[in-house]
């Protein structure tokens, strides 16, 4: 995976909960362009750990200035986003991955209504400006708790197919109402919690909508759990994956060459062949089939863990 | 470094030919002796100076007769460029590619200033010298692909990326292998490898497929493919089938070594910024027999690799019919020694 | 006339699954000759469906109209060709709804060509069902001049256009709702094999 050192030049609170980080080359060079709905991965040097982060570019994918993102803290994330709010500071330097798109626009779609809880607003962002230079037919829906906490409302212009559901207003976001009769060639994004996808979901199969117009993105943060270990056959050595260590990221400190892109279990780079397992392999990805799960012959390790007795690895 | 360009025909006459410099740097496609389909992709992140893989989109001494010939098919047959509406954004992502990279591989063919959106184009080679405004079409005589592809060696297919697949939806197609850009151009990566024989059998194109699908910004990757041609023609497409098929059954003994060609194409592939589309550059490299037996362990190699073909190879290929003329030429060339490992002459 | 059952071929060769109900959404059907039965048993097996279904029947010499109309479909056509009421589905696709389900049945020529229109509308295909019904002929894209020669049920067949003799290749395309005529004897001109009929 390609990556640049860039600097931190801008830092800004957008909510209680969320900042943006603004990062530019340090000899103000181009920046490689990107298309609507692209993340990078951040690399964040914590102490003696490397934590890498996949995060969505809100910034215009035509201007090369400067990549833009925006991060919410999760205080009972793996540390990540606490790293990024309590210890970057402007003029910092940071290795950022070049641009990766696994939610991007269907172009030939006549309309794209584009829905987003929370901080899944920023592929949307993106997406949006996109959009709006191509003078693309398109609306957003953005739900979010209160106005306070809604970081997505400081980055919206303000148009009238541009709407913000607040909660704590009383203007839930009635997905029934927004998706029913929309006209041939929809195409409908949603990024957001688990729930808001699996309702966008129920909402389309309800009002009889062809699953090929769905496009979504959940980022999977590596789930915490259970230590476990891992044999790699290749070299015979046996690891061990801590309980806030994703599969991935011990075998990188066991310096095991792999190669890896999104991080968040969708963009099968770093998909890994099993020898042999005893014991269940808890999937946790979007990469491979339902039978590749249940066959348990593939692991995703960036997502991924194990429990049982022995999990050895073509690594 | 400079390049005499060639004053050369890919039809009536054939008068193409390769200069000494042009045999050894030709790529062929076997690194050993024997040949069945594989993924044989790797990263096109530069290769051996003064080699066809140096550069990104390489140029050579066939460039100027070669845009001259694809005028002449477009002439005859403009819908061997086509684009799908939505392919326009990936058309202008190519064009910055190549104008990019052949700024920055041949400075003294090829400039480009940047203003902005105000572009200045100088193709010495072909006299060009054009102002324009990036992403407005109305400021170029052919939309962004054809314009650019009109000055760039090797025909040029753009693949959208959509439901875990790729789409052909725009193309400059002027110099194929049997294929026709007009029939295929809205297919995805099965459809159109549908009439490959065997292949699909063996998995090749469900792995190529999640490879291509994985190819980031920055790391293009290539791989080469290849087939057999009587006469130096560019334009084998199944739209003038009628016109070159009968030279086909034209080989005898005697000339066989000077009209069959080993006919190579360099694919390379490259992830494009604001379509996330995909560049699926194709670019074809043909050698006379003759020429090509002037490097023994070429000469000793192609003879093997065309002897153990499977027949159904062959056939898809299109020389089933010359194939022993072809063999029983190349045998002479053949003493059944050793060939060394890799794809370039031993020095 | 029962669905019409096609051997195994290449994958760009397109695929007829039948007709199945998929509830109470909008729908649209097409039907040419033999077709016309394809809907009325896809009827027989959820009643409900005419109420909110557009037909356009064209019967080819088959007698199936009086059964349809009679069905009480939102609403019914019968069209003397497909060319005739070519406008007219375009309006009914241009009208439909992301919910609205395509139906078609008959020979290849009509679903192929009721297909491409609806995709280039923006339906997505897997909101269409389709069930083959009738003729073996095949629409056929001369590679050489482009043009189209309809109702072929021989191979080799001759180019309605530009005359030279095409071989029937399994190799389909969407856009053209065609499959891929090549010349036959391109190699060696005058040697044309004997005609075949097409089979399934």
Redesign the interface.
């Known amino acids: 995976m390609s990556a640049q050192m860039l600097r931190v030049t801008e830092i800004e609170a957008l909510s209680p909960l969320v900042k943006r980080f603004r990062f530019e080359h340090p000899h103000g060079a181009k920046l490689p362009l990107f298309s609507g709905g692209a993340h990078v991965v951040v690399e964040m040097p914590d102490g003696d750990m490397l934590r890498r982060n996949a995060y969505s570019l809100i910034s215009d994918p035509q201007d090369g200035s400067g990549y833009e993102i925006a991060v919410r803290r999760e205080d009972g994330g793996r540390g990540g986003s606490r790293f990024m709010h309590a210890c970057v500071r402007q003029g910092d330097m940071l290795r950022i991955s070049t641009p990766l798109n696994l939610f991007s626009l269907d172009m030939r779609a006549r309309k794209h209504v584009l829905i987003a809880g929370g901080i899944g607003i920023t592929p949307i962002i993106a997406q949006m400006q996109q959009l709006l230079r191509m003078q693309g037919r398109f609306e957003i829906h953005y739900a979010a708790r209160s106005r306070r906490e809604a970081a997505g409302l400081r980055l919206l212009p303000d148009l009238p197919h541009i709407h913000a559901h607040i909660s704590d207003e009383g203007r839930r976001m009635d997905l029934g109402a927004i998706l029913d009769r929309q006209p041939i060639g929809t195409h409908v994004y949603t990024c957001g919690p688990e729930g808001l996808i699996a309702s966008v979901a129920q909402c389309t199969e309800r009002l009889g909508w062809p699953k090929g117009s769905l496009h979504s993105e959940v980022f999977l943060a590596p789930p915490p759990g259970r230590a476990f270990e891992v044999t790699l056959a290749r070299s015979g050595r046996t690891i061990t994956v801590g309980p806030h260590q994703s599969l991935l990221e011990a075998l990188e400190e066991a310096q095991v060459e792999i190669d890896w892109s999104c991080r968040g279990g969708a963009c099968g780079r770093c998909e890994t062949e099993v020898v042999s397992c005893h014991g269940r392999i808890e999937h946790h990805d979007h990469w491979l089939s339902e039978d590749e799960h249940s066959s348990q012959t593939r692991i995703m390790p960036c997502v991924s863990r194990f429990r049982g007795r022995e999990l050895i690895l073509n690594r | 470094m400079t390049i005499q360009f060639n004053d050369e025909t890919f039809r009536d006459d054939y008068s193409y030919h390769n200069s000494a410099e042009a045999i050894r740097r030709f790529p062929f496609p076997f690194d050993k002796d024997d040949y069945m389909y594989a993924v044989n992709m790797e990263p096109h992140a530069g290769g051996r100076e003064g080699s066809p893989f140096e550069n990104r989109f390489d140029v050579d001494e066939h460039y100027v007769a070669e845009m001259r010939d694809r005028e002449i098919t477009l002439n005859e047959d403009p819908?061997r460029c086509q684009s799908l509406p939505?392919?326009e954004?990936a058309g202008w992502d190519l064009l910055e590619l190549i104008m990019e990279c052949k700024a920055e591989d041949y400075p003294e063919l090829f400039s480009l200033h940047r203003d902005g959106d105000r572009w200045h184009w100088i193709n010495r080679p072909l006299g060009i010298d054009h102002k324009f405004t990036f992403l407005d079409p109305t400021t170029l005589p052919y939309g962004p692909m054809e314009y650019i592809t009109r000055q760039a060696q090797g025909d040029f297919a753009l693949l959208?990326?959509?439901?875990g697949n790729l789409w052909m939806e725009a193309g400059m197609v002027t110099s194929q292998a049997d294929w026709?850009l007009?029939?295929?151009?809205?297919?995805n990566f099965?459809?159109?490898?549908?009439?490959v024989p065997k292949a699909?059998e063996m998995g090749i194109f469900q792995r190529a497929l999640?490879f291509l699908?994985?190819i980031?910004?920055?790391?293009p990757s290539r791989r080469l493919n290849w087939t057999m041609t009587v006469n130096p023609r560019l334009d084998t497409s199944?739209?003038?089938?009628?016109k070159w098929?009968?030279e086909?059954?034209t080989l005898t003994p005697e000339n066989v070594g000077e009209k069959q060609f080993l006919r190579v194409e360099l694919q390379t592939f490259f992830r494009l910024?604001?379509?996330?589309g995909l560049a699926f550059p194709i670019r074809c490299y043909l050698i006379s027999l003759q020429d090509l037996v002037t490097v023994p362990k070429w000469g000793r190699r192609l003879h093997r690799v065309i002897r153990d073909l499977p027949d159904e190879l062959a056939e898809y290929k299109g020389f089933a019919?010359n194939r022993q003329l072809i063999i029983d030429y190349l045998a002479q060339f053949d003493d059944g020694k050793p060939t060394s490992p890799g794809i370039f002459p031993d020095e | 006339m029962p669905a019409t059952k096609f051997t195994p071929s290449i994958t760009s060769r397109p695929v007829y699954d039948g007709l199945t109900p998929h509830g109470a959404v909008p729908a649209l059907m097409l039907a040419n000759g033999p077709g016309g039965e394809a809907l009325l048993e896809l009827i027989k097996t959820d009643p409900t469906i005419p109420g909110h279904a557009h037909v356009i029947y064209i019967p080819e010499g088959c007698g199936f109209g009086k059964t349809l109309e009679s069905k009480g479909f939102a609403s019914y056509f019968e069209a003397a060709s497909y060319a005739s009421v070519l406008p007219r589905f375009r309006k009914l696709l241009a009208e439909a709804g992301m919910n609205t389900r395509l139906y078609l049945a008959g020979t290849e020529g009509l679903i192929g060509q009721a297909t491409s229109e609806a995709l280039e509308a923006g339906m997505l295909p897997e909101a269409i069902d389709a069930e083959h019904r009738g003729s073996l002929a095949r629409r056929m894209q001369c590679v050489h001049c482009k043009g189209i020669t309809e109702n072929v049920t021989t191979d080799p067949f001759t180019c309605s256009h530009c005359g030279l003799s095409l071989f029937v290749r399994d190799h389909y395309s969407h856009r053209h709702a065609a499959f891929q005529g090549v010349c036959v004897d391109a190699e060696t001109p005058g040697e044309i094999p004997p005609r075949q009929e097409i089979k399934a």
Do not use: C, T
């Not at chain 2, 099965?190 to 009439?195: G, N, S």
């Not at chain 2, 980031?216 to 790391?219: D, P, S, V, Y």
């Open positions: 819908l939505h392919m954004l959208d990326q959509r439901e026709s007009d029939f295929d151009i809205g297919m099965f459809e159109w490898h549908a009439p699909h999640k699908l994985a980031q910004q920055g790391a199944p739209e003038n089938y009628h098929g009968p086909k059954r910024p604001r379509s996330n019919v």
